[in-house]
């Protein structure tokens, strides 16, 4: 893979934060980003060269997108499969590759390919009728949680079933295919972030350690409070996703750590990811400049973190508190321009640095 | 001052790389930015929301910029008079003050300015003549070097007069009006960054310790080696600055350190600087969120190092070893997006961090 020359201009499907701080990253790094998204005024499009707002389904706009750069990569894995088609046909590297993206918009099929490289994850049947579910919660137990198998994210599409007699009013509201997961009491939620380069070497960001609320997370901690071999089998499921896919670029995978120190994998993102954030302070290459690196085919950076660190989101209207934060010496703030803030929108976050602990 | 909420749009003047670094510290803040530059295809607009690409007295263009944002600043010091004229006859708020820039822009002066508020610099003469440049030989010494007093900068428009004879040959490449200043024998150059906020508070930066080549910054490093004495020195003199202009921004004065341990002041710069590139990584808050959250209204962040630090500055073809840099785990890389990579031009820069000196 041939390293692109900084100038060169860097394709972004989707215009989120996600996208804003790649952009930000790609341009430290003295690369032009051009961003395709079907949203006016978008966070990313407000701080890259270029942007095309158009459908994803809109075949002309997609090729002159793929003509106007020299890589593309995805802020979100939820690319509809004509969108990677398309780009696949106007000859334009996507980073990672269409596969990875494709599995993971699948929770079923996301699972399924996961257990079969061998990373455990909680019990889960695909859901295609009541009759599947009734024999999924007999299988699985009670409770469990019903989940659309696609386009489901930070708690939608998800409804909690904690009784056999709750699952007839779960189908209704979810309907199919859907996917039903085993409840995990677990200990604590942890997610890795790794990343692959064109030459095929692997750098691991620490382990996070997560909070969620309502299915959106709330706060990410580095360092996880895990012990050696956790963090050792997180990074061995990476490797595994990693290397099947001959990946380029980061990936994120969220486990369950359980109570007997097993580690169920809960969700895998072919992407940078929220509990990631806290790189941008507190590692020496951020995940965002970590998988430009990637895509680009340069060398990927060093991952050690610089100081331990927390990261808060700030969601819907919690990003009103801006002036509060803002006077907070603490807060390392961010926000990502969104013009509306909606309940459960994720609006910023503001990492806590905590220099004093770095040898702790 | 009310503080501006995020949402807003900041105007900068100028496209160069500090206006794209301020530009990114804007984002990551939720602001918007809004470039105007008679530049096309400038290394600011292109990380910006909004471009104006216009002549710096196009009135009609200014106006119309100052309507479309909320505040303006400027990424350098040579901004027309009549350029801060009519933003300020549209009515919108320039920060730091016109002032500020209008004495920066000319050596003589801003040194006289300097002198008057009793920070001390080499001595200096105006020249408007060759009998001028004589008879200032004869009080300063040689040798000496004579600089145009206005659009000076990175060491052009200045020349070394190594012995009067010297004087009518660097008289007709300089011309008038000029100013003689007194060559320098210091022991080393170091500079002090500080902000002070629209409440009036007054944050530094650490002192820097900057070599320069060709009168070029090469490179920077902190702490710089002064004693606190020197240190404490330094931030008076900021503070004299900051206080007579009722200044809203990030200040930086460049001194000499003699090696009587006396203090001399070189250059005051209206704005934040190559000498505090540094801050992105090993501080925490950067010299460029400083500036923004100065004029946006916001408090001012703190300005804590959190490691040492080293930046060297990519002149020129430097740039062109990106591929090594890219691939040196210690090299923070930094680039500007420039299109050409002309002689004595910054290109990007490199910081290297320090993590076990961090105590030190």
């Known amino acids: 893979m041939t390293a692109l020359a900084p100038g060169a201009t860097i394709g972004i499907l989707g215009g989120g934060q996600l996208g804003r701080m790649l952009a930000m990253a790609a341009a430290r790094l003295g690369f032009d980003v051009h961003i395709y998204t079907d949203e006016t005024d978008s966070p990313a499009a407000r701080v890259a060269?270029?942007?095309?707002?158009?459908?994803y389904n809109d075949a002309a706009a997609l090729c002159a997108f793929a003509r106007a750069v020299s890589v593309v990569t995805a802020e979100f894995e939820n690319v509809p499969a004509a969108t990677a088609a398309a780009l696949a046909e106007a000859g334009v590297d996507v980073r990672p590759d269409a596969r990875a993206l494709a599995i993971a918009q699948d929770r079923f099929e996301e699972k399924t390919f996961l257990n079969a490289l061998g990373i455990a994850s909680p019990p889960f049947a695909a859901i295609d009728s009541e009759a599947d579910l009734a024999a999924a919660i007999t299988r699985i137990g009670a409770p469990a949680i019903l989940k659309t198998r696609r386009l489901g994210y930070d708690g939608r599409g998800q409804v909690r079933i904690a009784a056999?007699?709750?699952?007839?009013?779960?189908?209704?509201?979810?309907?199919?295919p859907a996917i039903l997961?085993?409840?995990?009491?677990?200990e604590r939620e942890?997610?890795?972030?790794?990343?692959r380069g064109g030459d095929g070497a692997i750098a691991y960001f620490e382990v996070c350690e997560n909070e969620h609320s309502g299915g959106i997370l709330t706060r990410t901690r580095i360092p996880a409070r895990v012990a050696p071999s956790v963090e050792a089998q997180a990074r061995g499921a990476a490797q595994a996703v990693l290397e099947h896919f001959d990946y380029v670029g980061v990936l994120t995978i969220e486990f369950f750590l359980m109570p007997d120190g097993a580690l169920l994998a809960n969700?895998?993102?072919?992407?940078?990811?929220?509990?990631?954030h806290w790189t941008i302070e507190a590692a020496l290459t951020s995940q965002f400049e970590q998988h430009i690196?990637?895509?680009v085919g340069w060398p990927l950076g060093p991952t050690e973190h610089v100081c331990d660190a927390e990261m808060i989101n700030l969601i819907g209207e919690e990003a009103g508190d801006w002036a509060?934060?803002?006077?907070d010496p603490s807060a390392r703030l961010h926000l990502y321009g969104k013009r509306d803030a909606r309940t459960g929108r994720k609006m910023g976050h503001v990492t806590r640095l905590r220099l004093g602990d770095r040898d702790a």
């Open 49 to 55: 060269a270029r942007a095309t707002i158009a459908a």
């Open 164 to 176: 056999a007699a709750d699952a007839p009013g779960a189908y209704t509201r979810i309907g199919a």
């Open 181 to 186: 997961e085993g409840f995990c009491a677990f």
């Open 190 to 195: 942890i997610s890795i972030i790794a990343a």
């Open 267 to 276: 969700e895998m993102a072919p992407r940078v990811h929220n509990s990631g």
């Open 293 to 295: 690196r990637a895509i």
């Open 324 to 327: 509060r934060l803002a006077a």
